[in-house]
């Protein structure tokens, strides 16, 4: 089956740490985006990509990092320097052209101990 | 620059009643719009979307909206619930500055459907 998976499904780290989130997707689709989710303020864009070897900033990228290798994987660190990095994490994937469905994996959950 | 608005943040209805949720949003291009659902500790699952055409989309679940262009409103309905709707909701809209396709969510609305 197609889909996007993502690991862990819960993370725990210590203040300081820096944290990387797996994304992989096997629906052959070009772009790729991290989402942010915190209560009450909706999906929040990190960073996306829209071809292999290529990346943008979104709204809140300060304190991440990604990158993007392979077309199927778009993994994502969390640094020490993302000051309140606690929230649901969602990764998504759409063919990249307009119009278009974005299709998400079930997110990880990381908490800063 | 576009944006979105879900004018409710919760939204209490008893089981087999009717429900809608509200969605405005603003653009300053043509848009394409999104209706996802989100079960606890899951990601967002599309229920429908408008690209054009027909005003009424129809979606999973029996879930219908209706897209009204001078009210620039997008309201999701649906005219009985059941148990298994409680969920968060989440309306979007989505158009292409630069080339790149940038989507805006709503900061949901949470559903609770009451036995």
């Known amino acids: 089956d197609g889909g996007i998976t993502q690991s862990p499904k819960y993370l725990f780290r210590k203040e300081g740490q820096n944290v990387t989130l797996s994304c992989e997707q096997n629906?052959?689709?070009?772009?790729m985006y991290w989402y942010r989710q915190d209560p009450g303020q909706g999906l929040r864009l990190i960073y996306y990509s829209q071809i292999v070897n290529d990346f943008q900033k979104g709204d809140i990228a300060e304190g991440y990092s990604v990158s993007r290798e392979k077309k199927e994987s778009f993994p994502l660190t969390v640094t020490s320097a993302q000051k309140n990095p606690t929230a649901f994490y969602l990764c998504a994937s759409s063919r990249g052209t307009l119009p278009d469905t974005q299709y998400f994996g079930p997110g990880t959950r990381l908490t800063v101990l | 620059a576009q944006s979105v608005t879900q004018l409710d943040s919760q939204v209490p209805v008893f089981e087999e009643a009717p429900v809608e949720l509200r969605c405005n949003y603003s653009s300053s291009v043509s848009v394409y719009l999104f209706w996802y659902v989100q079960y606890p500790n899951q990601g967002l699952q599309l229920l429908l979307k408008?690209?054009?055409?027909?005003?009424l989309v129809k979606g999973i679940n029996g879930f219908e909206a209706e897209f009204n262009k001078s009210q620039t409103s997008f309201h999701l309905r649906k005219p009985s619930v059941h148990i298994s709707d409680t969920a968060e909701y989440f309306c979007a809209v989505s158009d292409r500055p630069g080339g790149y396709q940038k989507v805006t969510f709503g900061i949901g609305t949470k559903l609770q459907v009451i036995p």
């Open positions: 629906l052959n689709h070009d772009a």
């Open positions: 408008y690209l054009s055409g027909s005003t």
